[in-house]
């Protein structure tokens, strides 16, 4: 085709989020030739979630990396405190999980991001290409062997063994119905915004109440604020008016109110997050394999889909590597174990989200309650928050980083464009 640039590769991974990047690295350190294509000039993305879990943290502490990555800016947490109507409760409790990390810790990941990127870069078989929107993939028969990727200059054509989509919810693989959604559901919307912190005040990072749930992330000099409603229910809120709207978090959080008037002043301050939680009935097809929010969407409730997102990475790593590495493109029946691998812990995880956690906020025809389940179950069984950390923070099947190549991989001839 004129005018368009061939790559090639051993792995071209779409999408340059927490499970796209983990994999990249990890199979570069095996001594794969990896190309990680991520559409943004940047990681500043300021709405995501900020939540590092004590898996991850063990993925980089297995990596040799936990040290230079506690480095960067970050809250710890061995605890997560929740404020209800009838009283405080702890939701989680880390400080008795085994290892060397037994807390959260609230990164932007955007620092998280930065920081797998220049790891990767230390491998010769890493390389991440940014502005590099893939707008198709490429296929001979019913496989995959490559994408078309849009650039700053020009249509490039990458050719590949497999392609990895860690493209998030809005998937090419998604969008284009390659690969089929097998259940969804839309259990809430959520509001994101920053605000100031107060002076001379913690604030609990999780507040409940009879039509509201609220989490406040503490970077350091502000607020990360996530204010679940009900779906869809952001054009009422508008509608209401934005006076209403701190109005209502003032009474909420009243040390919040003059940070509120002063710094939401318009809708453009806040800004609204479609959830859904679904995943897909296959995660592969021939040449194809796909991993975190791109294989199942998840609920913000926990925080959990940045550290199942990088499980999953680690898993197809591990699966994966070695046959990549041997010279081999992966088969149907080996791509099928990496979802076999980790379909049950994700199937867990959204089962205790949509059920377990679903009257903790508000939904469509269902406003709220003043005292949610989980609230009563953790006040009579206080170690229960012990379980709950457990599940978080280390998951239902931890994953442990592959060992690196014995001989670093050598990066094949492959024609440059612009890496931004």
């Keep these: 085709?004129?005018?368009?640039?061939?790559?090639?590769?051993?792995?071209?991974?779409?999408?340059?989020?927490?499970?796209?990047?983990?994999?990249?690295?990890?199979?570069?350190?095996?001594?794969?030739?990896?190309?990680?294509?991520?559409?943004?000039?940047?990681?500043?993305?300021?709405?995501?979630?900020?939540?590092?879990?004590?898996?991850?943290?063990?993925?980089?502490?297995?990596?040799?990396?936990?040290?230079?990555?506690?480095?960067l800016p970050h809250v710890e947490l061995s605890q997560l405190p929740?404020?209800?109507?009838?009283?405080?409760?702890?939701?989680?409790?880390?400080?008795?999980?085994?290892?060397?990390?037994?807390?959260?810790?609230?990164?932007?990941?955007?620092?998280?991001?930065?920081?797998?990127?220049?790891?990767?870069?230390?491998?010769?078989?890493?390389?991440?290409?940014?502005?590099?929107?893939?707008?198709?993939?490429?296929?001979?028969?019913?496989?995959?062997?490559?994408?078309?990727?849009?650039?700053?200059?020009?249509?490039v054509e990458v050719r590949c063994r497999i392609v990895i989509a860690a493209d998030g919810r809005n998937s090419i693989v998604r969008a284009d119905g390659i690969l089929e959604v097998a259940a969804s559901a839309a259990p809430m919307d959520v509001l994101w915004f920053r605000i100031g912190k107060p002076d001379g005040e913690r604030l609990p990072a999780v507040r409940s109440g009879n039509g509201f749930f609220i989490v406040c992330l503490d970077r350091g000099d502000y607020l990360q604020v996530a204010y679940m409603i009900p779906k869809?229910?952001?054009?009422?809120?508008?509608?209401?008016g934005l006076a209403e709207f701190r109005a209502g978090l003032a009474a909420i959080y009243p040390s919040l109110a003059p940070h509120l008037e002063a710094e939401i002043r318009e809708w453009g301050d806040v800004k609204p997050l479609?959830?859904?939680?679904?995943?897909?009935?296959?995660?592969?097809?021939?040449?194809?394999?796909a991993i975190g929010d791109a294989a199942h969407a998840m609920s913000p409730a926990g925080g959990v889909g940045i550290n199942l997102a990088v499980q999953d990475a680690i898993a197809a790593a591990r699966l994966l590597a070695p046959i990549l590495t041997a010279d081999a493109t992966p088969t149907v029946p080996q791509l099928r174990a990496v979802q076999r691998r980790r379909e049950f812990a994700m199937r867990v995880v959204q089962f205790a989200q949509l059920r377990l956690l679903s009257d903790l906020y508000p939904t469509v025809g269902r406003p709220g309650t003043d005292r949610p389940l989980l609230v009563r179950l953790l006040r009579r069984f206080p170690r229960l928050s012990r379980l709950i950390a457990r599940v978080i923070g280390l998951g239902i099947r931890p994953e442990h980083v592959p060992p690196a190549a014995a001989v670093p991989g050598t990066v094949t001839a492959l024609t440059r464009f612009r890496e931004n």
């Excluded at 570069?28 to 294509?37: C, E, I, N, T």
């Excluded at 290892?99 to 990767?120: I, K, T, Y």
């Excluded at 869809?232 to 209401?240: L, M, P, V």
Aim: with cysteine; net charge negative; aromatic share 8%.
């Design 274 to 289: 479609d959830v859904r939680v679904d995943r897909l009935r296959r995660w592969y097809r021939p040449g194809l394999l």
């Design 82 to 155: 929740m404020a209800t109507v009838t009283g405080p409760v702890i939701f989680a409790d880390f400080r008795q999980l085994p290892g060397r990390f037994p807390f959260v810790a609230f990164m932007p990941q955007w620092d998280v991001l930065n920081f797998l990127a220049e790891v990767g870069r230390r491998y010769p078989g890493f390389r991440l290409v940014q502005q590099a929107e893939v707008t198709e993939l490429i296929h001979d028969d019913d496989a995959v062997i490559g994408a078309r990727v849009r650039t700053p200059d020009g249509p």
């Design 1 to 71: 085709m004129p005018g368009v640039t061939t790559e090639s590769a051993d792995v071209c991974v779409v999408g340059g989020g927490p499970s796209g990047l983990m994999a990249g690295l990890l199979l570069a350190r095996s001594g794969v030739d990896v190309l990680v294509l991520e559409k943004h000039p940047d990681f500043l993305r300021d709405f995501r979630g900020d939540t590092v879990h004590p898996s991850t943290l063990r993925a980089m502490d297995e990596l040799g990396l936990a040290t230079e990555f506690l480095e």
């Design 232 to 240: 869809g229910g952001f054009t009422a809120i508008k509608d209401a």
